[in-house]
């Protein structure tokens, strides 16, 4: 049996470093990529036919930042965007997103993290399998993100 391969889009060095870190130490089987942005993501999605499940940031520049680049215009709902993608692809890997905001704003909207996953809900039913709180300053992330990932891959 193959590895399950998840890709993690986020752009936050810390926060990357706690998911790859409870995936590899809490799940077995599976293996890990990253991109740290939409573009770089979508083109993950693209050319790798073997991805499992995606781990989503909501907020994530346009680019990659790196020492000659800012990262483009950041995108408060720059993970719907990539959803919007997988969608239009008609790959049917399962999203999690995963993120540290209680509200995001929207067209000078504030938008609830509930509000949110009621929408990505209906909006992306077959792709969407929920939403998770993450703090760095707690570990109760880690048990809902272990049972979330038991339950796509068992």
């Known amino acids: 049996m193959r590895m399950k391969k998840i890709l993690i889009v986020e752009d936050d060095e810390f926060k990357l470093e706690n998911l790859?870190?409870?995936?590899?130490?809490?799940?077995?089987?599976?293996?890990?990529?990253?991109?740290r942005s939409i573009v770089s993501s979508l083109r993950q999605l693209e050319s790798a036919q073997d991805i499992d499940l995606v781990i989503l940031d909501m907020?994530?520049?346009?680019?990659?930042?790196?020492?000659?680049?800012?990262?483009?215009?950041?995108?408060?709902?720059?993970?719907?965007?990539?959803?919007?993608?997988?969608?239009a692809l008609e790959r049917d890997i399962p999203v999690l997103v995963v993120t540290q905001f209680l509200s995001f704003e929207q067209?000078?909207?504030?938008?609830?993290?509930?509000?949110?996953?009621?929408?990505?809900?209906?909006?992306?039913?077959r792709l969407f399998i929920g939403l998770i709180q993450y703090s760095g300053?707690?570990?109760n992330w880690?048990?809902?993100?272990?049972?979330?990932?038991?339950?796509?891959?068992?």
């Open 137 to 139: 300053g707690s570990d």
């Open 59 to 87: 907020s994530l520049p346009t680019y990659d930042v790196g020492p000659d680049e800012s990262g483009g215009r950041p995108q408060g709902f720059g993970g719907l965007t990539v959803m919007q993608h997988l969608d």
């Open 142 to 154: 880690k048990d809902e993100l272990v049972a979330k990932l038991e339950g796509v891959f068992s």
């Open 20 to 35: 790859s870190e409870c995936i590899s130490s809490r799940v077995s089987g599976v293996s890990v990529v990253f991109a």
């Open 107 to 125: 067209d000078d909207e504030i938008v609830e993290v509930a509000d949110l996953q009621q929408s990505l809900s209906t909006d992306f039913a």
